[in-house]
């Protein structure tokens, strides 16, 4: 396989599903004078040519940093798949990650039904099966990809970012360190780019507490999702190269 033009961009790759913290780390990653990229892009990487694609997108509304040495994305749906087979001989860093279910369910729920519409995520089935769909795709990738990524429980950002911080810059060999101050974008808080609440705008983590428990859900529902979180995370775990876990 020829390699794509866009060389010699390397790439860092977050993995995970919606209401995870994907936008404070990808603020944070994308805020790092040599990264490119901070929101989900919704491209699916399946062929070489979807690298261009995605350098291309970012150009859109980004200018590239000088002297950079990485392009960013995070992937949350099974929709945008990851086929690191286009990767070979392009140095990259893969991050995956989840969040426990009861609190991504409820900031899920909490998200679209604040934009007052008829969403499918702003009903507790619908949502729940997102996310039990998402964890089982990610198990999958985890065992197709045994060796190749850097395994974090989500919450880590709030509760030990100093830890979580350091050890995604190791991974990453990044210089200088991560920060938890970030930068703020053009698409920063924008519906369809990441987190659309005013939180993300800060420019700093928030370490308060982030549940919404004013939002029912049905016990068996959370059942069923926690069954799914404790299979599917055990298989991340097994196969990751590296761990961080609460």
């Keep these: 396989m020829s390699l794509p033009a866009v060389q ?37 990487y399946t062929r070489a040519e979807s690298l261009d694609e995605q350098l291309c997108l970012y150009g859109q509304t ?6 950079s040495l990485y392009l960013f994305d995070k992937l ?11 990767l070979e001989g392009i140095g990259n860093r893969i991050l995956l990650s989840i969040r426990s279910p009861e609190d991504s369910l409820k900031s899920i729920l909490h998200l679209f039904r604040a934009k007052g519409t008829d969403h499918p995520y702003a009903d507790p089935l619908q949502a729940s099966n997102y996310y ?31 830890h979580l911080l350091r050890a995604i810059t190791r991974w990453c060999e990044l210089d200088p360190a991560l920060s ?18 005013s939180l993300i705008k800060r420019g700093m983590i928030d370490s308060s507490a982030r549940s919404h428990i004013d939002i029912p ?30």
């Design 132 to 162: 039990i769909e998402r964890l089982e795709a990610l198990a999958g990738f985890s065992e197709n990809n045994s060796g190749r990524y850097y395994y974090f429980d989500a919450e880590l950002i709030i509760s030990d970012s100093h």
């Design 8 to 44: 010699p961009y390397q790439r860092i790759y977050l993995l995970s599903h919606m209401r995870a913290y994907s936008s404070l780390i990808g603020h944070i990653l994308g805020s790092h004078p040599h990264i490119n990229g901070y929101y989900e892009m919704h491209l699916p």
């Design 217 to 246: 859900l049905d016990a068996e529902l959370v059942a069923r999702a926690e069954a799914a979180y404790e299979k599917y995370r055990d298989v991340m775990l097994r196969h990751a190269k590296e761990i961080l876990t609460l």
């Design 180 to 197: 938890g101050q970030y930068q703020t974008f053009s698409q920063t808080g924008k519906a369809g780019a990441g987190d659309s609440s």
């Design 62 to 67: 980004e200018s590239l940093k000088p002297d």
């Design 76 to 86: 949350l749906h099974n929709d945008y798949p990851l086929d690191t087979a286009i």
